[in-house]
């Protein structure tokens, strides 16, 4: 029977063990927090499943209770304790696939020693920059295949854009097939915003990026409209807003002026995560971006956070 670990119970880690349970085959399932009330709310919102009847789950609070081997882990703890979680699990147990949430590590210093455990333990990783797995955005991707100068928007209220920059950032270096991005801190709110876990920031104001292919533009205002945006790509012939709240997408074409406007499915966690699995078990590979090439936007990212911010401490969860 195949061994799944989920390490980190929280809002994020209950919402992966809801998609686990989806999977249509009998299952060993270990879920690792420390907090036994989490662990409470994992078991409650994996009770709420209906294809839990072949999935043996367990609760543990400690990851040297996990099996020697394990098929898939999880980590989805917040991003300080990240790297002691992989070394311990890495320490106890042989894995064959990871995932990593983002943002995967506070400090600069961490990535190398992160990147130099699993190439010497070859254990195949990927970071959970959703987006590359909705099939829509690989639609998208085909329209702007030969178009240049391709602009990414996206404008919204306190949409928590120092944790959630690094989606972007991914999704547009996806959709134009570009590897590196110069980012530019000049617009950023200097005031900080406080995340609403505590020891971690957020902040307001405009991120900006560069490609030879184009340019980013993230704007996240600070108003009392929660959490939302608006995302809209462009180049010098088309023209693609989206609305992922909504679950829309308006593809216009700026030669012919034919407009579309279509409904697209937004996959939330709680029914991805067994399809990553799936693509892992059946081809050895899946849609979200390696560790390796993560790694490198997540380090961009990263520098031009910690030269804005100067002196001042701030972390990103």
């Not at 506070?106 to 333990?121: C, G, M, N, R, S």
């Not at 876990?197 to 184009?214: A, V």
């Not at 012919?256 to 499915?265: H, L, P, T, V």
Request: aromatic letters at 10%; charged letters at 25%; glycine letters at 4%.
């Amino acid at each position: 029977m195949e061994n799944i670990a989920i390490i980190g119970a929280g809002q994020l880690g209950s919402r992966h063990l809801q998609a686990i349970s989806l999977l249509c085959k009998s299952l060993n399932i270990f879920v690792v927090d420390p907090c036994e009330k989490s662990l409470e709310i994992a078991n409650k919102r994996f009770l709420d499943t209906d294809f839990r009847h072949n999935k043996n789950v367990f609760y543990f609070q400690e990851i040297s209770r996990l099996p020697n081997e394990l098929d898939f882990v999880i980590i989805a703890t917040s991003s300080i304790p990240r790297l002691g979680v992989l070394k311990q699990l890495l320490g106890h147990a042989q894995v064959k696939y990871l995932l990593l949430e983002k943002f995967l590590f506070p400090h600069v210093w961490e990535y190398k020693e992160a990147e130099i455990l699993l190439e010497k333990l070859n254990t195949k990783t990927y970071v959970n920059c959703t987006r590359r797995a909705w099939p829509f955005y690989h639609e998208v991707r085909k329209l702007f295949l030969n178009e240049k100068n391709i602009v990414l928007t996206v404008e919204g209220a306190n949409w928590n854009l120092a944790s959630n920059a690094i989606h972007f950032i991914d999704i547009y270096l996806f959709l134009t097939n570009e590897s590196d991005i110069e980012l530019n801190t000049e617009l950023l709110d200097n005031e900080l915003q406080f995340n609403k876990r505590p020891g971690y920031i957020e902040l307001t104001g405009t991120l900006q990026g560069r490609t030879p292919k184009g340019k980013i533009t993230l704007s996240s205002i600070n108003d009392q409209n929660q959490g939302e945006f608006k995302i809209k790509i462009e180049s010098i012939n088309k023209r693609v807003e989206i609305d992922e709240f909504n679950e829309k997408i308006n593809i216009y074409n700026k030669k012919s002026g034919e407009n579309k406007i279509q409904e697209i499915n937004i996959f939330m966690q709680s029914h991805l995560t067994n399809t990553i699995y799936e693509q892992l078990k059946n081809e050895d590979d899946c849609k979200l971006v390696t560790f390796k090439e993560s790694m490198r936007h997540h380090l961009t990212l990263l520098k031009a956070i910690n030269d804005f911010l100067g002196e001042r401490e701030g972390v990103i969860t």
